[in-house]
Structures are given as structure tokens and as C-alpha cells.
């Protein structure tokens, strides 16, 4: 059963409320960008209500597992169902998408279309690809290159 909306009412300590959408749960014990965001979310859960997506690329919310778990211990909300059974319950303030890749046409549709007064966030960490691509087009060299591709074959 969802709960989202009765949550933040009756909890008055939530200033914000935050959807997260990613790919997958974070793992804080197998990469830097993943101890990166779940620090960012574990912080942010203090004070707002967090509920977070881990969508598959048919926009199912993938299931639950040991990073999940971990989330939820920090006091983030896990989604249920689709984005869509989210955004019938859940109406934030902010969404933040993990990664720029993420923010897919459908979803912001479905965002602009239940949630118009959002803030939408895309989490600018992995522009990295962007440096690597100029360093390659400015060198020309084929490690540059090589660098750059496999960057954005990793998105």
C-alpha cells in the first residue's frame, strides 16, 4: 500500500519532497559515485520526505534487494509499481534524476503531466564524458579517443 501522501502530512518536519529517479539502487560499498549519492540521499532523508525509483528500461520499479534495503534503513521511501502508480500518490516538489540519461521523454511527460510544479534535477556528476570527448577532439590522440568512447558506452 502506498503512503506517501499521508506520510509527509502527517510527519510536519518534511520541508521538501523528493522523487529519485536512477537505473539501479545504490551500492555505497562497491563504487565512489554510489557512496556519493547514497551519502547525498541518507543526508537529505533528515529533512524531506525521499522517495526513490529504481526504474528498469521499461519504467518498472526494479526489485527490492540488499541496497534497497539499505535506503530504506536510512529512511528513504522505496516506489512501488511504475512511475506512473508513483505519480497518481506521490506529487514532489523536486525530481532528481540520478543521471542525465535517465531523464527519458516519457518520463518527463509523465512528470509535466502529474507534477507540472516540479523542479526537475539531473545530478551533474557524469558530464564527465563531456571533458573526455573535448580532450579527445582537441588531441586527436586514439587513447583520447578510446577514453571518450568507452565513457559514453558506460552512460
Known sequence: MLVYENEIKMNSTYNLSVLVISDSFSQPDQASGDLRFYTLLSLLAHKHKLIFCALSTKGKVLPRNEASA????????????????????????????????????????????????????????DVHFNRLETKARLTGKPEDESAASQSLANK
Request: proline share 4%; charged share 25%; net charge negative.
Open 70 to 125: 539499505r535506503l530504506e534503513h536510512a529512511g528513504i521511501t522505496l516506489g512501488e509499481g511504475d512511475l506512473l502508480h508513483v505519480l497518481k500518490y506521490f506529487k514532489p516538489d523536486i525530481v532528481w534524476f540520478e543521471f542525465h540519461s535517465q531523464a527519458r521523454q516519457d518520463y518527463l511527460g509523465l512528470l509535466a503531466r502529474y507534477c507540472p510544479q516540479a523542479r526537475i534535477v539531473v545530478d551533474s556528476v
